[in-house]
Antibody
Framework: QVQLVESGGGVVQPGRSLRLSCAAS????????MHWVRQAPGKGLVWVAI????????YYPDSVKGRFTISRDNSKNTLYLQMSSLKADDTAVYYC????????????WGQGTLVTVSA | DIQMTQSPASLSASVGDRVTITCRAS??????LNWYQQKPGKAPKLLIY???SLQSGVPSRFSGSGSGTDFTLSISSLQPEDFAAYYC?????????FGQGTKVEIK
């Protein structure tokens, strides 16, 4: 079955960088667009990024544009989120999710990885 | 950017009640509207996609309706396992924003 496993979270100082990974299995990774979504403690879901199946198209909300970069390695079945110039407001659980295509909904999610930005 | 507004922010209901949650988009999004359920400490789970299509494996007591700017998620007879947070999300064009969520609590 579809499995998504995030890793790379931890405690990081403001202004520093961190890279998250999402290992995919159970489906043909290179055929699906992928998303990152985050959730600050006690808060709602916030969409962070999407990358097309081939990596050629990427979109971000203004809140992370220029600081976060989504990428993928289809040979390794892995999705990445490179985060730089981190702020306290970036503290959240980060989820990767598969895009089912069509009207672009997220049909499978990982368990999440916690990023804490603190001095 | 398209803004999504959910109401209510929270509600209290009893097992067996019919529950309706609404979601409004700041501009027309056709049927590009999805609903997710999230339980504490867990990842979100897809319930409804394309406004009214039930995701495989989701109980039929869940239903979605609407198009354009106004959408609803209904639970026909609330079950104990349905007490959770619910989020709408548009997928019309990026950025694909979520509503602020509705927490369904036990009365």
């Amino acid at each position: 079955q579809v499995q998504l496993v995030e890793s790379g979270g931890g405690v990081v100082q403001p202004g520093r960088s961190l890279r998250l990974s999402c290992a995919a299995s159970g489906f043909t990774f290179g055929s699906f667009a992928m998303h990152w979504v985050r959730q600050a403690p006690g808060k709602g879901l916030v969409w962070v990024a999407i990358i097309s199946y081939d990596g050629n198209n990427k979109y971000y909300p203004d809140s992370v544009k220029g600081r976060f970069t989504i990428s993928r390695d289809n040979s390794k079945n892995t999705l990445y989120l490179q985060m730089s110039s981190l702020k306290a407001d970036d503290t959240a659980v980060y989820y990767c999710a598969r895009d089912a295509g069509g009207v672009q909904y997220m049909d499978s999610w990982g368990q999440g990885t916690l990023v804490t930005v603190s001095a | 950017d398209i803004q999504m507004t959910q109401s209510p922010a929270s509600l209290s209901a009893s097992v067996g009640d019919r529950v309706t949650i609404t979601c409004r988009a700041s501009q027309s999004i056709s049927i590009y509207l999805n609903w997710y359920q999230q339980k504490p400490g867990k990842a979100p789970k897809l319930l409804i996609y394309a406004a009214s299509s039930l995701q495989s494996g989701v109980p039929s007591r869940f239903s979605g309706s609407g198009s354009g700017t106004d959408f609803t998620l209904s639970i026909s007879s609330l079950q104990p396992e349905d007490f959770a947070a619910y989020y709408c999300q548009h997928s019309y064009s990026p950025p694909y924003s979520f509503g602020q969520g509705t927490k369904v609590e036990i009365k």
